[in-house]
């Protein structure tokens, strides 16, 4: 007699369910906040274990939201990682290859998308190459990028001619411009710092205790990490108190790392080494995302845009979309793709730079291909974290084993075949292969440069 009961008591429990599940969500979209801190390499962020005290306000969004630990920038110049960021998808296909090239109006963007969706859209950058003559501004209705000398830690005097502006200039262009704002729509801004870029001049001193014999430079990076990560704090202060119904998501990234004297390199973009492509991810979304979590499984810089459209209820991204979206589940053994633009022959550092280079992470083993340097390297991160042990550099004589010790081994000279190491780099190799015949080359699209823009290139360390 009470079997006809059951199927409905089913259904009841299903839709209260889906009740529960949709009085848990926001009535409306959330206010979304993009912050990417340029030049900023997790390992020097006491949030991901640093023990200097640099970014007490990144450890604290941590808590209260989640902390990716294996994030990758896809490249280690600022131009094509952020194109990436923006437009979801490889720079190898948007043409954004270096400095200095614009995002193409045909790439779609998540400013764009966001925009069409209903949201209000607004960025305050703070570095030449990402101001609006190279495409960056696409979706924004606002767009601040208007820099002064006396706020600048690069530029002309004489001229007087700024290249970027402090952390602290940015915020007060975002606070003026929230303070004026009667817009009822959701809100999506992106706010970018140069700090700590070099040249590292942070306007505050930062007194810490460094181990002995730290190097100076990295000194002046600590302190403008510091300086930038309390400028972070007033950003996202400043938002939360205008953030509506839906609540605030916030998310916080850099678009590469810093050398800082590893593999010999102090400055970015030459290398893709743990150093100059492992960044800081974090994301705070109340009752949305985990408070505290942890994510050990490898994520890109592709995913932010993805994700960020699933938050606003976007119901489909454009196709051009390649990452997938940190609020679903994440694959441990994802393959993870970077890539340094070719460059036709450049001596820099000793170093003939020569070609393209391009990287493949997977389940933690690590390879790098840079075939006219000769160059084919495989790493076992999680055993071998700075990369100093290249597995497939032949095994050094005794006598020079101490010389080597912790020096990373390159050359096209190769350990015996049946190494277990061989073995999986030409599996790299073919995944590599198949990547870059996926993502055929745009060809860029190179902005007309006077002499002061290719001052202000050179005067962030960029050469050419």
């Not at 390199?265 to 995302?289: C, D, F, K, Q, T």
């Not at 597995?391 to 004589?397: D, N, Q, S, T």
Request: some cysteine.
């Amino acid at each position: 007699m009470r079997r006809p009961f059951v199927p409905f008591l089913f259904l009841s429990v299903a839709v209260a369910a889906v009740l529960a599940a949709a009085c848990s969500r926001p009535s409306t979209p959330p206010d979304i906040l993009l912050v990417t801190i340029d030049t900023l390499r997790a390992d020097h962020c006491s949030a991901y274990g640093y023990p200097i005290e640099t970014t007490p306000v990144l450890a604290a969004l941590a808590a209260a939201g989640t902390r990716y630990s294996t994030a990758y920038a896809v490249s280690a110049t600022t131009a094509p990682s952020h194109a990436s960021l923006m437009a979801g998808s490889s720079f190898r296909t948007l043409g954004v290859f270096k400095n200095g090239q614009r995002l193409p109006p045909q790439a779609v963007t998540v400013a764009e998308v966001l925009s069409a969706s209903g949201y209000a859209t607004a960025a305050f950058v703070s570095s030449f190459p990402v101001r609006s003559r190279f495409g960056f501004a696409q979706g924004f209705e606002f767009f601040e990028d208007k820099f002064t000398i006396q706020n600048s830690s690069v530029g002309r005097r004489s001229a007087p001619v700024a290249h970027d502006r402090f952390a602290g200039s940015t915020f007060a262009k975002l606070q003026a411009w929230l303070g004026q704002r009667r817009d009822t729509r959701p809100l999506f801004v992106w706010v970018h710092f140069v700090d700590p870029h070099f040249p590292y001049r942070a306007p505050e001193k930062f007194a810490a205790r460094w181990p002995a014999g730290v190097a100076p430079d990295v000194r002046k990076y600590d302190a403008e990490v510091h300086y930038a990560d309390k400028q972070l704090g007033r950003v996202i202060e400043a938002f939360d108190k205008h953030a509506g119904g839906g609540g605030a998501l916030v998310i916080v990234t850099s678009d590469h790392g810093e050398g800082l004297g590893d593999h010999g390199w102090l400055s970015h973009g030459i290398n893709l080494y743990e150093e100059a492509v492992r960044v800081p991810l974090v994301m705070r979304w109340s009752g949305r995302v985990d408070a505290g979590k942890v994510v050990t499984e490898p994520v890109s810089l592709i995913d932010v845009a993805p994700t960020i459209l699933e938050a606003a209820r976007v119901t489909q991204a454009p196709p051009s979309f390649e990452g997938l979206s940190l609020l679903g589940k994440l694959d441990p053994d994802r393959a993870i793709f970077m890539q340094r633009r070719a460059y036709q022959g450049k001596e820099l550092q000793d170093t003939d730079v020569r070609g393209e280079m391009t990287a493949l992470v997977r389940g933690g083993a690590k390879y790098i291909l840079a075939p006219e340097e000769n160059r084919r390297e495989f790493y076992q991160l999680p055993s071998d974290p700075h990369e100093a042990h290249n597995l497939l550099a032949p095994p050094a004589p005794a006598r020079d084993v101490a010389a080597q010790h912790g020096d990373a081994q390159h050359g096209d000279a190769q350990p015996p075949a049946q190494s277990p190491a061989v073995a999986a780099a030409r599996r790299h190799d073919e995944e590599l292969a198949a990547w870059r015949e996926a993502h055929p080359e745009s060809a860029g699209d190179d902005a007309p440069l006077d002499k002061e823009d290719v001052r202000a290139l050179r005067s962030l360390g960029y050469v050419d």
